[in-house]
């Protein structure tokens, strides 16, 4: 599953019974936490009146929707508070007149640069950031009847993707939250986690916790037990003891592209004992690359060459190459960086 889109708004069942089941869950399990997600009409006394009925859960915390990218966000609520970072302030604020709880604010990528509202939650005096949430998208049309895919009668609307595929928007935007000195707030990350790497990914870029949706779906609840494993094997092969110890140890080494060493420069080395001459590699550079690898021989006895005046090591020929291993890439020490 490279991910899923998501036309459907929140759900149908009535707030009675959505509170009374966080209670009873609570009631269940009080070791475990429980974080409400809530999402009103941007008025003031929506809020305390929605707060007002939560805070006696027992629940630990509220996560604020300020991220759903469709549905509601035509209604006012959801994305069209985390675009407007006054918005994402005003009702925070709100928000954190009655909270007897920790507040974490959601907010949408869908957005140009994801710090402003992520400021404004800090000035409003959340506890949290949470993010992201889904992007807005469509994910193709029925070829025979021109319906957008999904469609309700032959309709169809824009929707959130999730899933695997918005992993990398995650962790640029986690990290540009997590890196500024103007939030300074724990985040909480989401987009695309499946396996105790992609957490330990958003770790390592400054998230203190992480959430897991699209693949729970996926593969069900045993997933969280697969996450634990293997981040605690991990966490031992490097002699930590807690993934605190993980947070934002990679935020150092991110920096403009302006401070990268120009000089640097890679070069492909292809392993002609494990080339299964499938040319994958030969097309991609030449369609599109740097023209860097050439047949030599003749038929039946053609192997591929790698021209080292022309390789730039944009890795786009181990990208696609099916065997693992077979190209490599080795630094080319002082070289000048080739135009």
Same mark, same amino acid.
């Given at each position: 599953m490279v991910g899923i889109n998501n036309i459907e708004l929140i759900s149908d069942r009535p707030t009675e019974v959505n509170i009374a089941e966080?209670?009873?869950? %609570?009631?269940r399990y009080p070791n475990h936490a429980v974080v409400i997600s809530l999402m009103v009409e941007a008025k003031r006394e929506a809020w305390h009146e929605i707060l007002a009925r939560?805070?006696? +859960?027992?629940?630990? =915390?509220?996560?604020?929707?300020?991220?759903?990218?469709?549905?509601?966000?035509?209604? =006012?609520?959801?994305?069209? /508070?985390?675009? /407007?970072?006054?918005?994402?302030?005003?009702?925070?604020?709100?928000?954190?007149?009655?909270?007897?709880?920790?507040?974490?604010?959601?907010?949408?990528?869908n957005i140009?640069?994801?710090?402003?509202?992520? #400021?404004?939650?800090?000035a409003a005096g959340a506890d949290g950031i949470a993010l992201i949430n889904t992007i807005s998208s469509l994910i193709g049309v029925n070829l025979d009847t021109w319906a957008p895919m999904p469609d309700v009668r032959g309709r169809g609307s824009h929707g959130g993707d999730a899933g695997p595929a918005v992993k990398p928007i995650a962790l640029n935007m986690v990290s540009q939250v997590a890196a500024d000195p103007e939030v300074g707030l724990p985040v909480s990350g989401i987009g695309g986690i499946e396996t105790w790497r992609d957490a330990v990914d958003f770790l390592l870029l400054g998230a203190t916790t /992480?959430?897991?949706g699209t693949s729970v779906m996926h593969y069900g609840f045993r997933l969280a037990d697969d996450l634990v494993d293997g981040l605690s094997t991990y966490l031992r092969s490097k002699g930590l003891h807690s993934p605190s110890e993980l947070v934002g140890k990679a935020l150092p080494m991110i920096g403009d592209w302006g401070q990268l060493d120009q000089e640097f #420069?890679?070069?492909? %080395?292809?392993?002609?004992?494990?080339?299964?001459?499938?040319?994958?590699?030969?097309?991609?550079?030449?369609?599109?690359?740097?023209?860097?690898?050439?047949?030599? =021989?003749?038929?039946? +006895?053609?192997?591929?060459? /790698?021209?080292?005046?022309?390789?730039?090591?944009?890795r786009l020929c181990q990208y696609v190459c099916p065997v693992e291993g077979c190209i490599t890439f080795e630094e080319l020490e002082g070289a000048a960086a080739i135009h």
């Open positions: 966080i209670a009873e869950v %609570k009631r939560c805070n006696d +859960t027992g629940a630990d =915390g509220y996560e604020l929707n300020f991220g759903c990218p469709h549905g509601m966000s035509e209604r =006012g609520m959801g994305a069209a /508070v985390g675009q /407007v970072p006054d918005y994402c302030q005003m009702i925070t604020e709100w928000v954190m007149e009655k909270a007897e709880m920790p507040v974490l604010v959601k907010l949408t990528p140009t640069d994801i710090r402003y509202p992520a #400021r404004a939650a800090r /992480v959430q897991v #420069r890679l070069l492909a %080395k292809i392993d002609q004992e494990r080339c299964i001459h499938c040319n994958l590699c030969y097309a991609a550079c030449n369609d599109g690359a740097h023209q860097a690898i050439r047949f030599e =021989g003749s038929n039946g +006895t053609s192997h591929l060459v /790698v021209e080292d005046d022309y390789c730039v090591g944009c």
